[in-house]
Structure formats: C-alpha cells, structure tokens
DNA sequence: TCTTTAATAGTCACCCTGACTATAAACAGG
DNA sequence: CCTGTTTATAGTCAGGGTGACTATTAAAGA
C-alpha cells in the first residue's frame, strides 16, 4: 500500500472469467458462449462478466457460473471452483483498460446444453477443448492455463470426483483421469491406488450397478471426505521418465 | 464477457501486494513496511501500490520489488516472483473498494536491511514471519496464503534454491528446507535425493568452501536449469503419515 | 589433545509402483 | 446356446525410492 496516497490511481474495469470444464463422451470439454457484440462479435468466449460494485471475485464467479450452466443455486454452491490467476495485460481488451480474475471449475456432465436458464449470453455450448479455436480477448491463453492447472491438479488432490456425479464407478472415475491427460492407464493398479488413498472414495452400501454397459458389473463408491492425495498420483512418464 | 456492455460496470482501483520471503538466521523473514499514513498508520504492511496505467500486475510487482528491497533492476528481473492470488473482498479496504494481486517472491538473505534505495516506503524492515503481527488490511491473510504457497511448492519444485546465494553448500539448501518447513530432515537422505534429482544442483569445478563455520568443509553447487522435481520431495508426515 | 560439529559414504528393509496374469460377470452376435 | 468381447476385480512379482541408521572424514573450539 505504500504510496497509497501519493500516485493518482487509474481505475480499471473488473471481471471474472471462468473455464468450465466437463467430461463428456471421452472428451474434456469446456462451457464457452458466444459472443453478440463488439469487439470479437460471433466469436467464442469464456463465459464471465463484471463484478457488481460489492461483491467478491469468487461471489461474482459463482453467480455467473449459475447464470451459464443454469444450474440451481444449491447445486452451484456445493462445486469446486478455484482462482486460477488474474490477467492484467493492458490491452488485453481493445476498448479499455479491464483487469480479469479467472477461474476453473469442474462440473459432472450435465443432462442439457446448459445456458438454456436464466443466462443472457448469446448462446451456450460445450466444446471439445481441441476444438476451442479462436477464442476472443486472451481467452485461449486463460483456457490453457486452466487446462494445464486441471492437469496437475488431479495429480495430487482428490477433485477428479468432481467430474463425476454423486455416485459412480471407477471405471468411470479413471475415465476421467485418461481423458484429462490423454493417456491410458492400468485398470488394477489404478483401483489399488484409489482404494488404498483413505477418504478419496468410500464405496455405497448398496447392490452393485447392474447393466450400465458391457462387461461385468461395477461397484459404486462416492467421493470421500479427503482432499489432497498423498502420495500423489503421478501421470505417467509426463516427460520425466521416473 | 457476458453483458460487457449491458451492466453498468463499477470502476476499482487495482493494487499489487507482495509477499517476500528471505531465509535469515534459520528463520524464515517477510519484508514490511511501516504505514506513514491513514488508514492503519504506524502499522506494518505488505510492500505493494497502484498499477500504473499501462502496466501489468506482473510489471508492477517487479517494479515494487525492486523499489522497496533496493535491488539493482537486473537482478530483480532474475528473481522468482509468482502470483498467489487476488484478494477482492468489497470491505478489505475502508476507503474505497480496492482489488489486490498478490505475489510471492523468494530472496536470497540480503546484505542491507532493504528499502533504503528508491522507495518512498517510512521504513522497511525483515520481520520473522512467526512475529508479523497486527498487520494492516487483510495483509495477515494474504501472508498466511504466501506461507503455505511456499512451503507446497518446495515439494514438487525447485525453487529452495531462490533463497540461496549464486553458490550455496547442500547443508545451505537443507537449512531452507527445514526453516520453511519447520522440522528437521536427515543430512545423508536429503543429499542423496537432492543429487538423484537431475538439474536440481550441479556441483562448482571450483574448490569446496574451506573455514565457513565449524564441522567438514562442504562443497559447493549452483542451482540447475530443472524447475520441476520429479518424484517430489515431500516434506515429513505431513498431516499424512506416508 | 579431546570434543563437537558437519559433510559424506554406505547399508538395509519396507513400501509403492509398473507390468503382468488370471478369473468373473455381463453383453453381442451367430 | 455357445462363443467372443468387454469390463471389473484379484493377485503376483521385480525394481526403485525412501526412511532409519551406522560409519568415516575433516574442520573448529575448549
């Protein structure tokens, strides 16, 4: 704060931009929206908007978040949504000077398109990551950051649960995990990991699920109450032959 | 950018604070300075200011760094500074509402008490983190959020060696790691995991440091161009008995 | 000279991990 | 109805990293 009162101080607009990720059909895909005016009218964005004048970054946020996925409220509230970092470049946007807090969130597939609810964005969709061409302002920069930071994150915390709904399998939990780093990994050692972790998952008392796909029926477990993995779960050789 | 043009956007003014860590004395410091004016006058604060119009948030941390540890500006430009987050809450300051970037940066222990050069701060000083108190604004939070940061990241990366001198001893790095960590690790395992790690260290061509202090003399290591440590380096028990 | 301190070398057992094999239980198709 | 395919689950085995520990060397200080 020094000089707090010396330099005359700029006002900048501020926004919150947010990377919505799900895992959808062996893809990651991510929550964009398309934009209706200028600049960049027609192209894709990241979906966020302006902080109203008292709120916090993480309130405004989860209110956008809510307003896009048209998600209820109590829903919204119960996810995990993180600060990934804020971005300042001074002519990140043409018209003026707007400094934006982004964020990453995970959510588990959603029944519909979303953004059907109460969002007033052009048009909602989700996207294939690979596909996200041509994004506005320097949203393909906040979308690899975040996409970098999902990566590394699922190494050593217990979020990959927040892809999958209440409950479900580990297949489908290791689904995630392969689609997220795009690589395969092995069925029983991945099980002997994750139920060796305590408090990453913690199975259902009830019957097995029965006639979800091919092959021989799965437990059901839930996501447990821990949230770090220690040890961690390293993603193979990622470029560092252990 | 969802209703860019439709709310009608508050402007706020927009700060950097940063957090500075340096190893003195087996004890881990945090650089303050002391508030010459109202709000919390005469209280110790978090080095930081006002982002000048065309700059960055980035821009203006090194900026404010090199200003209040009076470093010259080459030797910022080497330092590690990264973004911890940015704190947003509407009543965070009494004035008005202001946004804060947070950084954490890692100093090698400086000859000088600091901030005697070019900055306007009414006196700067290294404090024990463990005797930072009464901090103006939420600087306490902010630096509680650098602390933990810094001590994550001397797991899985390589950046202990940001708080050492160009050429530094192992049992130097070692006494890095246990003062920020706070616990005591073993000599022949550190150094033994330490030099497995390629590009963490590479020993000097040089002689080993004769008469430093008592005990064998030991020899001397830069910092390697790794940044990353694979496998991590996992402080002792934390919390989860391995 | 003897003690203390720190650096360095080396040992050993345990556990995690990656790689791999085997069995069970569903479905698809002929 | 049988067979092949798919997925879940159980289990084995060797190698590597790590924690705990001992030993040796080389300096400073009493």
Redesign the pocket.
């Known amino acids: 704060m020094k000089g707090y009162d010396r330099y005359a101080y700029e006002p900048f607009a501020v926004t919150v931009d947010l990377a919505v990720f799900t895992v959808r059909g062996g893809a990651l895909h991510v929550l964009l929206i398309r934009r209706g005016q200028e600049p960049y009218e027609g192209a894709w964005a990241l979906p966020g908007g302006f902080l109203l004048p008292r709120e916090s970054a993480e309130t405004a946020a989860r209110r956008e978040l809510a307003e896009e996925t048209g998600l209820p409220e109590a829903v919204v509230a119960g996810l995990h949504l993180e600060q990934l970092r804020t971005y300042s470049e001074p002519d990140r946007d043409p018209r003026m000077r707007v400094v934006s807090v982004a964020f990453t969130a995970l959510v588990p597939d959603l029944p519909e398109p979303a953004a059907g609810g109460g969002g007033d964005a052009d048009q909602a969709r989700w996207v294939p990551v690979g596909e996200a061409a041509g994004l506005a302002f320097d949203h393909a920069l906040i979308l690899g950051d975040a996409r970098s930071r999902v990566g590394a994150k699922l190494e050593y915390t217990c979020l990959a649960t927040g892809f999958c709904p209440p409950e479900f ?4 939990l ?2 995630v995990y392969e689609t997220v780093w795009g690589t395969a990994l ?8 994750v ?2 972790t305590p408090g990453f998952v913690e199975a259902v008392p009830g019957a ?1 699920r ?2 979800g ?7 059901l477990y839930r996501a447990g109450p821990a949230t770090a993995l220690h ?4 993603r ?2 990622e470029g560092h032959p ?1």
Chains 1, 2 share one sequence.
Do not use: H, I, Q, V
């Not at 399998?169 to 489908?172: F, I, R, V, W």
């Not at 092995?186 to 990991?193: A, E, Q």
């Open positions: 399998t580990l297949g489908e290791r689904s092995d069925r029983p050692n991945f099980r002997r990991k139920l060796a097995a029965l006639t796909g091919r092959g021989k029926p799965a437990a040890p961690p779960l390293l193979p050789t252990k």
